[in-house]
């Protein structure tokens, strides 16, 4: 079926989750989960995959395994299309709206790597430049060290991206009118091109 948009239930259903994360709550629930939140955004992401790729949409169930946090199930449906392992554009809907990113999620290995191309003269001015020319709303968001990472110095002229073990960029819409129609299609199309300089230089770099 065609993508026309997310209903007031996709949020109804996030805002009794969060006042209510439990099993009996779900349960009771699931239908909404279904067709109100699940089925449109597998319906959005089968529009955005002829441009981005095959999307991937993510399960409800939290892995509280190792988590001091033990509630069951996220408060927020994501999904996600992968450009490298750690690498690419994504998109969630809760009970505050939508929220569209793009960019690097992935630690471990890759953050020397992206060290490394930071540090690079003109790989990092590259992506310096890239992520100055991105509009305005998009926040620069991911996992840093607080000061600076071992053996780089305070003074590199760098130094703020060079303290990223992870880096995306990040907007995030609130439930308008537009919300409930298939406008939130090239809402997220024109988002995540706008995101693809950073992803590119990401996709190239870390692998």
């Known amino acids: 079926m065609a993508f026309t948009g997310f209903p007031d239930e ?3 259903f996030y805002e009794g989750l969060i ?6 709550y ?13 089925a ?17 949409v993510f399960r409800p169930y939290r892995d509280v395994r190792f988590a001091k946090d033990k509630t069951p199930y996220k408060d927020h449906q994501g999904a996600y299309v992968a450009k490298l392992d750690g690498v690419g554009y994504y998109v969630q809907v809760d009970a505050e ?9 992935a630690s471990g290995e890759m953050t ?38 071992r053996g780089v110095s305070l003074d590199h002229p760098r130094i703020e991206l ?10 995030r819409f609130e439930p308008d009118p537009w919300f409930h129609t298939a406008e939130v299609t090239q809402r997220v199309r024109a988002a995540w091109r706008e995101l693809t300089p950073l992803v590119d230089w990401l996709r190239v770099r870390l692998s």
């Open 19 to 24: 006042a209510d994360n439990s099993k009996a």
């Open 40 to 56: 449109p955004m597998q319906e959005l992401m089968a529009e955005l995959a002829d441009e981005f790729g095959e999307p991937h």
């Open 112 to 149: 020397h790597r992206f060290r490394e191309a930071v540090d690079h003269d003109d790989h990092g001015a590259e992506l310096e430049k890239i992520v100055a020319e991105l509009p305005g709303r998009f926040a620069i968001e991911g996992d840093r060290v607080k000061t600076r990472p």
């Open 97 to 105: 709206g939508l929220y569209v990113a793009g960019g690097w999620w």
């Open 162 to 171: 060079m303290k990223h073990r992870t880096l995306y960029a990040g907007h």
């Open 10 to 12: 996709a949020l109804l």
């Open 26 to 38: 779900w349960t009771a629930n699931k239908h909404l989960y279904d067709s109100a939140v699940k």
